[in-house]
Every structure is written in structure tokens, then in C-alpha cells.
């Protein structure tokens, strides 16, 4: 499923795209500011994001600098009044995929998510088991001990930041052990809801509760004898807590609704990036759980104490991406090598990847550039000396656009845009160098 995030904060307008896009068949999460949106981004990647341009606590373009580490190659489409088209158009050259103008035409709007959107998981799946680690001294160790553990079937936690790379650790182990013929199914604990998590865990009988049409295996029946990555451990309700600790001790589970005892007979490893010592000082957290699923710990440095391994993991993923797009024998110059080395990467191994699929995707030619890897950049140094020009482009499109509707009619489209034939003349021939757009060729 299409995972889409919608950033709208009017609750009317948003309601009720958040139901359309739903009975389309896309999972939406929708958050109402730039705070909410920052949340969602950071737990998990989307396929989609459709943004309103004005929020209670920023403007498109903050939300924009502050995405773009998340985003990848993720679409992202905003919408706006015709009064901040200037900023609009910006984003749009600084790299977003395109805006909208309200009031719009939802179906318009579906379509496009349609021709656009990607389903993050298939990145997550086509990354490979290869490891990121051991290109610096930083993480020699960290590869040595994952190498050892892998045919040890012993529980482990993977600690640190967001996007060091925790799953790529665990699909690691998976990859080198026993196991690695049977399934490796990943698991975001906070991104399941509440009332869900027992059925997704445990699985549940037809007729189970109101909606369960059909029987349901959860992760505990359908990993096997594979590997469950249980990610962002921390954020686990107390309810499963308690749960996931009896399956951890005498292995046996029942679907909901069910009576047949199964059997949990594979491995666990879980990861998380709180501090989860606080969080059982605040009983936030099961102790007995954290000593059942911690029986060996590895913490997982942040890039930038690994700043051997950016050009290395870089040039991976500008490979894997290009080759992905068809686009193969795509490389980087030097200034875009030496941004990278500057960067202090906030989200990790997680935004290089981003940066590199986004930029391998949007780039023109055959070099990436620092400009095609910090599109935000653009904002900060366009902004003073191309909002003209900005607000001059946009209202040429909608111009052009009026004139599409009208049927090359200048009468018609003046009406709609709600000025005079000789105005809606006079911008557009000064805004297509002299081209001729005499009133006299109109057929009404």
C-alpha cells in the first residue's frame, strides 16, 4: 500500500482528502504543522506527500529544509492560495515536484498521486544485506561482533540515532546466519496503532472482532523460524509489552479469537533509538522485557563519526539508484563529493541514501552535483534575487492555464482570472519577450 503524508492544517479540507485518498486505496497519515509532519518523517519514509504552503508554525519553505533529509525520491506536491505562487514556483526550482493551486480539482490530484507515488518499502527491500559497516575504524568492531552473532540464535538490541542503520545491522545478522533462507519480517512499532497491535503480533480467527472477515496470521506466525526485527522497541504500548514478554518466555501464543496454542520459533532483534534506562525509570518501559531483549547490545555510531564511510556508502547508493532509474554510469564532481564531507548529517546513513536516490532521480546530465544534493540550498540563495522573476513565471502558468481552460479564448480567460482582455494581453506578450498575443486574434 501507497503510504501518503498529508500536511494540512485546516481540519475540514483535510478530513476530507484524508477519506478520499483513503477509499482510493492509499494508507494516509495526516498531520496538521510542521512539527507533526517532522514526526511522521522521521518514522517512516512515504510514497506521496501533498503539503498546504502556509502552517500554523512555518511556511512551505521552512518545512521544505527541514524534510528534505527524509525524503529521498518521495514526491512531494504542494498546494497554495494564488497569493504565495511566488513560493511556490521557488520550491518547485529548489525541487519539489509541483504545486497546486486551490481551489483544486481532487481528482486531478489523485491522478497525479497515482502516476507518482512509490512505495518507500521497495527501497528498503532492494538495499541489499550488504553491510555499511567496517569502512572506518569507527564501526571495525561494530562488524566483527555482528559476523559473531549471527549463528548465535541469542537475542540483540541495536541502539542509536535515528537512520544509523539499525536495520541494515539486523537484516546483516539474518543474512550470515542459519536463518537466512527463512523470512526477515521488520516491524515499526510506532507506526502500528493501538487497537491494531495485539492482531498484527498475534493474528486473529475469522469473526475475531467486528471486521475480521477472514483469518489473519500476524508476525509472530509468519516470521517462522526467520528473524522479527522489532524497530523502535521503545515505542512498544505497555499492553504488548507485557504480551511480547510471556511469548519471549515459554514461546507460546494464541491468535486473537483463537484456541490452538502456536509456537514462536524464530529470532528477535530489536532496535530502538530512546534511552530506554530512562524510560523504565519512568516505568515507561518493562525491565524484564529490556533484560530479555538486550541479552547482547550493540550501539551503532552516528555518520558523522564515520566520515571514512561517506564516500564509499555514496557512491553504493549513486550505483544502486542510477542503476534502479536505468540510468547507469551516473557519477558525482568533486564539489558534490566535498558537500557531502561537509555535511553534518542530522539523519544519518538514512539521508545520504535520500539525497543520493532523490538527486540520482531529478538530476540532469550525467554528474551530480551539490546543488542536486542540497536542493534546499537553492532557497537561501535564489530567494532575494528571483522572487520577481518567481511571481512573473507564476503568473504566466496561470495565464497559460486560463487560456487551456477557455479554449485559447483571451475573453474567457481574462473572465476567469478576473482581469481585462488588454492587461491579460500586455503580461503575457511582456512575459514571452514580445511574443505577438494580439486581443484581435480572439474568437469571441
Known amino acids: 500500500m501507497i503510504d501518503i503524508l498529508l500536511i494540512e492544517d485546516d481540519r475540514v479540507l483535510g478530513g476530507a482528502l484524508a477519506q478520499r485518498l483513503r477509499l482510493e486505496g492509499f494508507g494516509v497519515r495526516w ?27 512555518g511556511s512551505g519553505e521552512d518545512l521544505y529544509r527541514r524534510a528534505m533529509p527524509y525524503l529521498g525520491d518521495t514526491p512531494i506536491l504542494f498546494v497554495t492560495a494564488f497569493a504565495d505562487i ?3 514556483v521557488r520550491l518547485v526550482r529548489a525541487g519539489a515536484d509541483d504545486y497546486l493551486t486551490k481551489p483544486y480539482d481532487v481528482d486531478a490530484l489523485v491522478a497525479r498521486v497515482r502516476s507518482l507515488a512509490q512505495d518507500p518499502s521497495d ?41 544509523v542503520g539499525k536495520e541494515v545491522a539486523a537484516r546483516h545478522i539474518h543474512a550470515l546466519s542459519p ?110 522485557l529490556y533484560f530479555r531483549l538486550a541479552v547482547v547490545e550493540l550501539t551503532i555510531p552516528p555518520l558523522r563519526q564515520r566520515r571514512d564511510e561517506i564516500a564509499p556508502l555514496a557512491n553504493r547508493f549513486l550505483r544502486e539508484a542510477s542503476e534502479r532509474n536505468g540510468m547507469a554510469g551516473l557519477s558525482m564532481d568533486e564539489a558534490a563529493l566535498a558537500a557531502l564531507l561537509l555535511h553534518p548529517w542530522p539523519g544519518n546513513v538514512r539521508e545520504l541514501r535520500n539525497r543520493i536516490e532523490r538527486a540520482a532521480a531529478l538530476v540532469e546530465g550525467e554528474r551530480v552535483t551539490a546543488s542536486d544534493l542540497f536542493p534546499e540550498e537553492r532557497l537561501d540563495a535564489a530567494a532575494p534575487v528571483t522572487l520577481a522573476d518567481a511571481r512573473e513565471q507564476a503568473e504566466l502558468d496561470q495565464i497559460e492555464h486560463a487560456l487551456a481552460l477557455s479554449g485559447g479564448r483571451v475573453s474567457e480567460a481574462a473572465r476567469r482570472l478576473g482581469i481585462s482582455r488588454t492587461t491579460l494581453w500586455k503580461r503575457r506578450r511582456k512575459q514571452t519577450d514580445g511574443e505577438d498575443a494580439s486581443p484581435t486574434g480572439d474568437p469571441s
Request: hydrophobic share 40%; aromatic share 6%; glycine share 12%.
Open 86 to 88: 511566488g513560493q511556490a
Open 31 to 57: 498531520a496538521e504543522s510542521c512539527a507533526q509532519a517532522m514526526e511522521a518523517l522521521r518514522s517512516r519514509r512515504p510514497g506521496f506527500v501533498v503539503s498546504d504552503i502556509r502552517l500554523p508554525d
Open 179 to 288: 536463518r537466512a533462507a527463512q523470512p526477515f519480517v521488520a516491524v515499526n512499532c510506532g507506526a502500528i496503532a493501538r487497537e491494531l497491535m495485539e492482531s498484527q503480533f498475534f493474528g486473529h480467527e475469522r469473526g475475531a472482532f467486528t471486521g475480521a472477515s477472514s483469518a489473519h496470521a500476524g508476525y509472530f506466525e509468519e516470521v517462522g523460524e526467520g528473524t522479527l526485527f522489532l524497530d523502535e522497541i521503545g515505542e512498544l504500548d505497555a499492553r504488548l509489552q507485557t504480551a511480547l514478554l510471556r511469548v519471549l518466555q515459554d514461546g507460546g501464543f494464541r491468535r486473537l479469537g483463537g484456541r490452538s496454542e502456536l509456537r514462536f520459533k524464530g529470532r528477535l532483534v530489536a532496535a530502538t533509538n530512546a534511552d530506554l534506562q530512562a524510560r523504565i525509570a519512568q516505568r515507561e518501559f518493562r525491565e524484564d
Open 123 to 163: 527501497h528498503e527491500a532492494s538495499a541489499g544485506t550488504e553491510a555499511a559497516f567496517g569502512l572506518s575504524p569507527a564501526t571495525v568492531g561494530l562488524e566483527r561482533d555482528l559476523q559473531r552473532l549471527a549463528p548465535r540464535d541469542l537475542a540483540v538490541l541495536l541502539r542509536g540515532e535515528t537512520g
